[in-house]
T-cell receptor, first 114, second 113 residues
Framework: DGGITQSPKYLFRKEGQNVTLSCEQN?????MYWYRQDPGQGLRLIYY???????QKGDIAEGYSVSREKKESFPLTVTSAQKNPTAFYLC?????????????FGPGTRLLVL | GNSVTQMEGPVTLSEEAFLTINCTYT??????LFWYVQYPGEGLQLLLK?????DKGSNKGFEATYRKETTSFHLEKGSVQVSDSAVYFC????????????FGSGTRLLVRP
């Protein structure tokens, strides 16, 4: 079955530690996105990538980094510079940027700070 | 800038009641409009969408009509079920070169048996 997988489901970060959230898709989609969701709020865009080896900052990129070395993979690193990382992180993909209106989401990773 | 405003929740209904969740938007140009649903502990699923004025999106008994004159895209369902309990997000497609989606803050629906 085609879809988007995110791992792990729960992730714990210690102070000053970088952690990486995985996102993989086998939908052959060109575009991929990372969102952050805080309780009672909508989704905010962190980074997005329209093609391999290219990505752009979203609305809240500070304290995060990404890479897009392969079409199917778009990992997100939460760095120690992100002072309030506790949130639910959602990865999404779409066919290409022109058709990006319909985005398909993974199940999410919940990040907690120890 | 572009934005989406949803009614605050939670919305609590009895099973088989009629549902309306209001959504209004501000946008330049003609965005596409979406409703996504999020069940507890899960990611978002596309529920329905409409790409131009007067279009009606529908799925699983839910429907919403793209109203350009009132800049609205209200979600409705004639008879809700307990299994419809979830958070519902209204969104519009970004109108700039980023192609991103802009989401409302979400409305939690709780349906009681």
């Amino acid at each position: 079955d085609g879809g988007i997988t995110q791992s792990p489901k729960y992730l714990f970060r210690k102070e000053g530690q970088n952690v990486t959230l995985s996102c993989e898709q086998n939908l052959n989609h060109d575009a991929m996105y990372w969102y952050r969701q805080d309780p009672g709020q909508g989704l905010r865009l962190i980074y997005y990538s329209q093609i391999v080896n290219d990505f752009q900052k979203g609305d809240i990129a500070e304290g995060y980094s990404v890479s897009r070395e392969k079409k199917e993979s778009f990992p997100l690193t939460v760095t120690s510079a992100q002072k309030n990382p506790t949130a639910f992180y959602l990865c999404a993909s779409s066919i290409d940027s022109v058709e990006s209106e319909t985005q398909y989401f993974g199940p999410g990773t919940r990040l907690l700070v120890l | 800038g572009n934005s989406v405003t949803q009614m605050e929740g939670p919305v609590t209904l009895s099973e088989e009641a009629f549902l309306t969740i209001n959504c209004t938007y501000t946008a330049t140009g003609y965005p596409s409009l979406f409703w996504y649903v999020q069940y507890p502990g899960e990611g978002l699923q596309l529920l329905l969408k409409a790409t131009k004025a007067d279009d009606k999106g529908s799925n699983k008994g839910f429907e919403a009509t793209y109203r350009k004159e009132t800049t609205s895209f209200h979600l409705e369902k004639g008879s809700v079920q307990v299994s419809d309990s979830a958070v519902y997000f209204c969104a519009l497609s970004g109108m700039d070169s980023s192609y991103k989606l802009i989401f409302g803050s979400g409305t939690r629906l709780l349906v009681r048996p």
